[in-house]
């Protein structure tokens, strides 16, 4: 290993794990010793890591005051390193970090809250694509349709919670005030995506939950249809799917059909 590379690997070890071959490297001070010169690195490390952790999560920082989402900023920093190479992306294992942790695991809408945050920061990451519209299904045979697959936006997500995450994530962006915690007798799905630069959400009914899901595996139209049976009568789920499929392509989901 390099000279340079010496002193870079022993850095980054004395910020991540506190040896102390950094020593080596640094000289000190009467005005500034040797501990305070390197704690200054490592205090401001801890510090812009806790500052990625509030910005990607915002809504849960306020949920659990400063005293608390300080503390849990520090036990995620110790033990999980900055892995990218920017710093948004830190803090993607949080969510997992809460519903595991002792500590958090008795409290699930913090796991959940920090899910719902994560995911949306992903859907306005997303890469772009251009939506179609509805004219790129008219005039198609009904064999065509029977044989339709479409291909999604890829900002496309769908999460599942008990608890009311979003709606309390919601409140908090917009200023307003904020439900109390409560939990479905059961879960809810929402669908995200990003349109013309802006985030959306809503929730799911079952059967569109099912419609989508299977539109999002890669399934036909017709295997849509047929999912669709176990809500509707027979003769009625394919002008039900149509219904679903036109609300995708005005949402701007769908970028393409094969």
């Given at each position: 290993?390099?000279?340079?590379?010496?002193?870079?690997?022993?850095?980054?070890?004395?910020?991540?794990?506190?040896?102390?071959?950094?020593?080596?490297?640094?000289?000190?001070?009467?005005?500034?010793?040797?501990?305070?010169?390197?704690?200054?690195?490592?205090?401001?490390?801890?510090?812009?890591?806790?500052?990625?952790?509030?910005?990607n999560f915002?809504?849960?920082?306020?949920?659990?005051?400063?005293?608390?989402?300080?503390?849990?900023?520090?036990?995620?920093?110790?033990?999980?390193?900055?892995?990218?190479?920017?710093?948004?992306?830190?803090?993607?294992?949080?969510?997992?970090?809460?519903?595991?942790?002792?500590?958090?695991?008795?409290?699930?809408?913090?796991?959940?809250?920090?899910?719902?945050?994560?995911?949306?920061?992903?859907?306005?990451?997303?890469?772009?694509?251009?939506?179609?519209?509805?004219?790129?299904?008219?005039?198609?045979?009904?064999?065509?349709?029977?044989?339709?697959?479409?291909?999604?936006?890829?900002?496309?997500?769908?999460?599942?919670?008990?608890?009311?995450?979003?709606?309390?994530?919601?409140?908090?962006?917009?200023?307003?005030?904020?439900?109390?915690?409560a939990v479905?007798?059961?879960?809810?799905?929402?669908?995200?995506?990003?349109?013309?630069?802006?985030?959306?959400?809503?929730?799911?009914?079952?059967?569109?939950?099912?419609?989508?899901?299977t539109a999002?595996?890669?399934?036909?139209?017709?295997?849509?249809?047929?999912?669709?049976?176990?809500?509707?009568?027979?003769?009625?789920?394919?002008?039900?799917?149509?219904?679903?499929?036109?609300?995708?392509?005005?949402?701007?989901?769908?970028?393409?059909?094969?």
């Amino acid at each position: 290993m390099s000279g340079l590379g010496r002193i870079q690997h022993d850095f980054q070890e004395y910020l991540l794990r506190s040896t102390a071959g950094v020593v080596d490297h640094v000289v000190g001070t009467d005005r500034v010793p040797l501990p305070t010169r390197l704690r200054i690195y490592s205090d401001a490390y801890y510090s812009r890591l806790t500052e990625a952790l509030e910005a990607n999560f915002p809504a849960l920082a306020e949920v659990l005051g400063e005293k608390d989402f300080t503390r849990l900023a520090a036990e995620y920093i110790a033990t999980h390193d900055s892995r990218f190479a920017s710093i948004r992306y830190y803090g993607d294992e949080l969510a997992q970090f809460l519903a595991t942790e002792p500590r958090y695991r008795p409290v699930p809408l913090l796991a959940d809250l920090a899910r719902w945050e994560w995911t949306m920061a992903a859907v306005f990451d997303a890469a772009d694509a251009d939506p179609i519209d509805a004219e790129a299904v008219q005039g198609k045979t009904p064999t065509e349709w029977a044989t339709m697959r479409f291909i999604f936006h890829p900002s496309v997500q769908v999460l599942e919670f008990a608890w009311n995450a979003p709606q309390i994530w919601k409140a908090m962006i917009d200023n307003a005030p904020r439900p109390p915690a409560a939990v479905s007798r059961e879960p809810i799905s929402w669908l995200l995506w990003r349109h013309d630069t802006k985030e959306y959400f809503r929730s799911l009914a079952a059967p569109e939950e099912d419609a989508l899901a299977t539109a999002l595996s890669g399934e036909t139209f017709g295997a849509l249809c047929h999912i669709l049976c176990a809500h509707f009568r027979e003769d009625e789920a394919p002008a039900e799917a149509a219904t679903y499929l036109r609300t995708w392509l005005e949402n701007g989901l769908i970028t393409a059909i094969s």
